[in-house]
């Protein structure tokens, strides 16, 4: 297995796999041609440094997982650093190989090199195997989060 930057041509391959479950169906528009809207964001993303939108790739050079890293320079803790990781997917058909947990031990690795304090995540609490999965990777629940979808 290989992890590297995303490209154009990977943003299909990308958006299959966030729609492929319950609540991904309901907000991603998977469909040949994409949408433009996709390619959009992905320039926004590969144009902004603190960004990395990253693939694992097989031996085949299939994609078979997806995470977002993003880092926020902030003013607090002296000016620190914290890393997000987003967009989180396997494939479903390379789940349960340990690929998720590669992806977490790079996303960390990643941020402590760009000096970043802490990494956080948020998850859906209508995902509690993903939930499960952090724990065990040893994120906390240190805070409660809240969103305002505009």
Request: no cysteine.
């Given at each position: 297995m290989k992890i590297r930057r995303a490209k154009r041509e990977d943003v299909a391959d990308i958006v299959a796999m966030l729609a492929d479950d319950q609540l991904g169906q309901q907000?991603?528009?998977?469909?040949?041609?994409?949408?433009?809207?996709?390619?959009?964001?992905?320039?926004k993303i590969k144009a902004d440094p603190n960004q990395e939108l990253i693939v694992l790739v097989d031996e085949a050079n299939s994609i078979v997982g997806t995470l977002q890293l993003s880092f926020i320079p902030y003013l607090t803790y002296q000016g620190g650093i914290r890393a997000?990781?987003?967009?989180?997917r396997i494939h479903k058909n390379h789940r349960g190989k340990g690929l998720g947990k590669f992806l977490f031990e790079w996303a960390i690795h990643?941020?402590?090199?760009?000096?970043?304090?802490?990494?956080?995540?948020?998850?859906?609490?209508?995902?509690?195997?993903?939930?499960r999965f952090y724990e065990n990777l040893g994120f906390k629940a240190s805070h409660e989060g809240m969103k305002h979808h505009l």
């Amino acid at each position: 297995m290989k992890i590297r930057r995303a490209k154009r041509e990977d943003v299909a391959d990308i958006v299959a796999m966030l729609a492929d479950d319950q609540l991904g169906q309901q907000r991603e528009d998977f469909r040949i041609p994409l949408p433009n809207a996709y390619y959009i964001a992905f320039e926004k993303i590969k144009a902004d440094p603190n960004q990395e939108l990253i693939v694992l790739v097989d031996e085949a050079n299939s994609i078979v997982g997806t995470l977002q890293l993003s880092f926020i320079p902030y003013l607090t803790y002296q000016g620190g650093i914290r890393a997000q990781i987003e967009q989180v997917r396997i494939h479903k058909n390379h789940r349960g190989k340990g690929l998720g947990k590669f992806l977490f031990e790079w996303a960390i690795h990643s941020a402590r090199e760009k000096g970043a304090h802490v990494v956080q995540l948020t998850t859906d609490k209508k995902r509690p195997d993903a939930l499960r999965f952090y724990e065990n990777l040893g994120f906390k629940a240190s805070h409660e989060g809240m969103k305002h979808h505009l």
